[in-house]
Nanobody, 121 residues
Framework: QVQLVESGGGSVQAGGSLRLSCAAS????????MGWVRQVPGKERERVAL????????SYAGSVQGRFTITQDNAKNPLYLQMNSLRPEDTAMYYC??????????????WGHGTQVTVTS
């Protein structure tokens, strides 16, 4: 049974940093892309960052480009999201998710329960 568990959220002042972690269990295959998605109540989900398997690269939403970094050594290690220069508009619930395949072509397969990030001005 695949499980994704996020941690590292919290409250921080604008300009500060946080690092989110996502521990995955129930599989060890490295064939899947993974990512971070955030959501604010009443708004659509926003894909923040994506990392492709096997050194395939990363992609970021324009709103976080240059401030956030997604990393994962391999499927056995946690997925991280380093968030720097945080802004109040980054406030959201952040979810870790695993793709159905190597890309998002077939969507997300699994989700964590989320970790709240609050940025105060």
């Amino acid at each position: 049974q695949v499980q994704l568990v996020e941690s590292g959220g919290g409250s921080v002042q604008a300009g500060g940093s946080l690092r989110l972690s996502c521990a995955a269990s129930g599989y060890s295959d490295s064939r899947y892309c993974m990512g971070w998605v955030r959501q604010v109540p009443g708004k659509e989900r926003e894909r923040v960052a994506l990392i492709y398997p096997g050194g395939g690269g990363t992609s970021y939403a324009g709103s976080v480009q240059g401030r956030f970094t997604i990393t994962q050594d391999n499927a056995k290690n946690p997925l991280y999201l380093q968030m720097n220069s945080l802004r109040p508009e980054d406030t959201a619930m952040y979810y870790c998710a695993r793709c159905t395949g190597k890309t998002l072509l077939r969507g997300w397969a699994y989700w964590g329960h989320g970790t709240q990030v609050t940025v105060t001005s």
